[in-house]
């Protein structure tokens, strides 16, 4: 019975709301809970975007309670409210015969300020009503104050003071526990009635889904006895999936009883999608929590919140939210297995490694785990490591394209010579490889040896997985079963003892139930949103700063690339007494030399400073990404990263043959030497070539020097290991390129040893953040015109071509420490 009280609260709650009281009159203008009271202060609406889609709710006050009817003539009164975060706040007052409409918007400058204001409009009488402004000042984790001011159409005034406190946030504790007891008192005065106190009260954090506020509002200001002829409210807030119900009672002391129940509703399409299985958003007891339905997950989230997500159908989810997802899942008591369903790809090796090391936590804290899938890629060999149980489709394949790992690319100097098309790889060793297949015809042998032993180093980390998870459940040894892929037989892949059991989706959900019984299988905890106020009481601050992407010229766009405001950031946080440390996540393939060295120097004058940076490297950090790292105090990596690439590349187009070809003629004069340097349209000069090799290793020289002098390693180690190779993490933690192995959580704990306290992180992306920095012309036409199934038609093999040369052309025409991450795909 108990899976089935989340729906019978839905189902019972809001026939209450046919008793409603809207209770406009009691105010917390310093504190935040649901839709209801965004209009408290105005101020509020600019701290309600942690949103992806509409809060909607209804509320209706039809008859007392306790009262048999109507009134003669009284229709009731109530309130209807909607709130998106780009469109603003429209609410609706409805009483018997009259309507007044309010619209609010309001916009935040970090977590310590936000700004508002809102007018009414009376639709009865055809006049605004009134104007108001509302500031929020929240300076510390414990500490709130809401101010709001506005005029009536009356010309009186009447402004308001709102004051919170977390005192376990005063007592230094942080994330929700720090949330989970509020005080506010609110006191108001007006050109009518003068000054008077408002209301105090208490608001409990149950649990992630669930809030409680009761309070107390005295008489015009004075406290006549404990409740006298005062009144008393409780409200309370579910968060039910997607769905968050507050049933409030603004005046249960009061004559009459009134109640008022409403939803605060998150809605998305996709939540739509995803209730169509038949599981709920969430419930209590014994839960299953079933990861399904998601179309994709980003590996960074730059951008916020998408306020315009519920008009797609895509579902889509950010690594971090994963990750947060499963820590709830660890420490709620009432989830006893997680399973995923066709879990997209999580971007790159170092993601998959963070997310088996939560599953490994998950375990241990006695919870079991489950993969299904249609089909399992490479990202097989990892979840093998941590799964109690993998369940694949009867029809489906395991390795598709193998368990292991291959590398193979195109090489396009013979098709670019019939175009008479020629590009100079400005590279002295085919180890640095990034445009080799543009300059050559075959894979070179120093290039083939390199990537034999990278990914040798990564399959050999692939084949421990398996057999530290399914050692004893293989039917041979874990090369065998390795070597016997792709398994496009599923019942061959069963009888390998690499899956535990076919099924459908249905099926596998039934045996899930099976194996718990009583246990309800949902798709989501349920969570309340909460903000955090300002910095932390007593915690010293620390940055997160996310580099994430190819390293070009402009300011980079956030969680997309990287750029100059990477360096001004942080500058920017050297400069800041509040900030103790900074932890860069790195995932680049490099980019631009000049814009690599700028973010370098600031890391370096940071740690010269005193202030140490700890890098922690994700998918790649290699190139440009390695050089911006070197200078850091501690270095952490993910065994499987691909980092290194210690070199410099460039490459000289030059299109003198073709233009030739096609009947066009070149020419003109020089007025100085250089006046059209590797001009692609001339015919290639040996001289100025030779100048561009010279350039390639002088910067080389300074690649090997900041490496030497951040590594504090000979700088003979350093180039016995450069010249372009790159290496996994676990072989550059053996080489003295890294420190540590582990992800963003070591990289935290190091910062935190360094320093010998907790610290509070937060997160900064540098980089343009408007949505339309990253649309291109060029590459959206290439998408458009270019399926990924084509097979190896023209267009399947050039549109990829297109794209990269284009991302190398927005990386500056300068050389570049640059790895080409297109061809070393997980």
């Keep these: 019975m108990r899976k089935y009280l989340a729906i019978l609260l839905l189902a019972v709650v809001p026939m209450a709301a046919l008793h409603a009281s809207p ?17 408290d202060n105005p101020a509020l609406l600019g701290t309600a975007t942690n949103l992806d889609g509409l809060m909607m709710g209804v509320a209706y006050d039809a008859m007392d309670p306790l009262d048999a009817g109507l009134p003669d003539g009284n229709f009731g009164q109530g309130k209807a409210a909607v709130f998106n975060p780009l469109i603003g706040y429209f609410g609706l007052h409805f009483e018997s015969n009259s309507f007044d409409l309010v619209y609010g918007s309001g916009f935040s400058l970090g977590k310590a300020l936000a700004i508002g204001g809102d007018f009414a409009w009376s639709a009865t009488r055809n006049v605004f009503t009134a104007y108001e402004a509302g500031l929020l000042l929240r300076p510390a984790s414990f500490l709130s104050l809401g101010l709001t001011g506005g005029l009536r159409d009356t010309g009186s005034y009447e402004g308001g003071l709102g004051i919170a406190v977390r005192p376990l946030a005063l007592a230094g504790m942080e994330g929700p526990r720090s949330r989970a007891l509020t005080l506010n008192a609110d006191l108001s005065l007006s050109q009518d009635e003068g000054f008077n106190f408002d209301n105090m009260g208490v608001r409990l954090l149950l649990s992630n889904s669930a809030d409680l506020r009761a309070w107390y509002a005295p008489p015009e200001g004075s406290f006549a006895g404990p409740f ?7 409200e309370l807030r579910l968060a039910l999936g997607a769905e968050g119900i507050s049933a409030l009672t603004p005046s249960a002391a009061a004559t009459p009883l009134a109640w008022r129940v409403a939803d605060d509703v998150d809605i998305r399409l996709s939540e739509i999608k995803a209730s169509a299985s038949g599981l709920p958003s969430t419930s209590i007891g014994r839960r299953i929590l079933v990861v399904k339905d998601i179309d994709s997950i980003s590996s960074v989230s730059a951008q916020g919140r998408n306020p315009l997500a519920f008009l797609s159908s895509s579902r889509t989810m950010d690594f971090s939210e994963l990750m947060a997802l499963l820590e709830n899942a660890r420490r709620d008591r009432g989830v006893v297995a997680v399973a995923f369903e066709k879990l997209p790809s999580l971007g790159g090796a170092s993601y998959y490694e963070e997310f088996a090391a939560e599953l490994g936590a998950l375990r241990k804290a006695g919870k079991k785990v489950y ?31 193998g368990l292991g790992l291959g590398f193979h690319r195109d090489y396009f100097k013979p098709f670019f010579d019939r175009l008479g098309i020629r590009f100079v790889n400005l590279a002295p060793w085919d180890t640095k490889s990034a445009f080799n297949s543009l300059s050559d015809t075959s894979m070179p042998p120093p290039e083939e040896a390199m990537m034999r032993r990278l990914f040798g180093d990564i399959q050999d980390q692939l084949a421990a997985s398996i057999v530290a998870g399914r050692g004893d459940r293989l039917a041979g040894v874990v090369d065998a079963a390795m070597r016997g892929g792709p398994y496009l037989v599923a019942a061959e892949a069963l009888k390998a003892g690499l899956v535990d059991s076919l099924a459908y989706e249905q099926e596998f959900e039934a045996s899930l139930r099976a194996a ?8 989501g905890l349920g969570s309340l949103p909460g903000n955090d106020w300002g910095g932390p009481a007593f915690r010293r601050r620390a940055a997160v700063v996310w580099l994430s992407g190819d390293i070009g010229v402009g300011k980079g766009r956030a969680g997309a690339s990287i750029g100059s405001d990477a360096a001004r ?17 790195v995932d680049s393939p ?7 060295d700028l973010i370098a120097r600031e890391v370096r004058l940071t740690v010269a400073a005193g202030k140490p940076v700890v890098v922690s ?11 911006l790292s070197a200078p850091a105090s501690w270095i952490v990596a993910e065994p499987m990263t691909v980092t290194g690439s210690i070199g410099v ?16 003629n070149y020419d003109g004069f020089d007025l100085a030497p250089g006046a059209s340097f590797l001009d692609p349209s001339k015919p290639l000069d040996d001289a100025e070539l030779a100048k561009a090799h010279r350039m390639v290793l002088a910067m080389y020289d300074r690649f090997v020097d900041v490496v030497a002098a951040g590594r504090r390693l000979a700088p003979e180690a350093v180039r016995s290991v450069a010249e372009g190779q790159v290496f996994s993490g676990r072989e550059a933690l053996k080489l003295g390129l890294v420190d540590e192995l582990g992800g963003l959580a070591e990289a935290k704990a190091w910062l935190e040893r360094k320093l010998g306290s907790s610290l509070s992180f937060e997160d900064i992306f540098p980089g343009d953040r408007s949505p339309l920095s990253g649309l291109s012309p060029l590459a959206s036409a290439i998408k458009a015109g270019v399926e990924p199934n084509e097979g190896r038609s023209l267009e399947a093999l050039l549109g990829p071509l297109a794209s990269r040369l284009e991302g190398m052309l927005a990386m500056g025409q300068g050389p570049l420490y640059y790895l080409d991450e297109d061809e070393l795909a997980f």
């Excluded at 718990?516 to 798709?523: M, P």
């Excluded at 950031?569 to 996540?585: A, N």
């Design 23 to 39: 209770g406009d009159d009691i105010r917390f203008r310093a504190d935040d809970q649901g839709l209801w009271h965004l209009e």
């Design 228 to 234: 006298g002829n005062g009144r008393i409210g409780i």
């Design 371 to 401: 993969f299904y899938g249609e089909e399992f890629g490479v990202e097989y060999d990892i979840f093998a490591s941590v799964a109690d149980g993998i369940t694949l489709n009867p029809g489906g394949a395991l390795g598709g394209e």
């Design 516 to 523: 718990f019984s009583g246990a309800a299988l949902v798709s």
């Design 569 to 585: 950031e942080i500058e920017r946080l050297r400069g800041d007494r509040s900030v103790s440390g900074i932890v860069l996540r």
């Design 590 to 596: 490099g980019g631009a030399a000049l814009a690599s």
């Design 617 to 627: 490297m994700a998918h790649y950090a290699a190139s440009g990404g390695y050089y």
């Design 649 to 664: 590349t460039g490459l000289v187009p030059n299109l003198a043959e073709a233009l030739k070809k096609l009947g066009v």
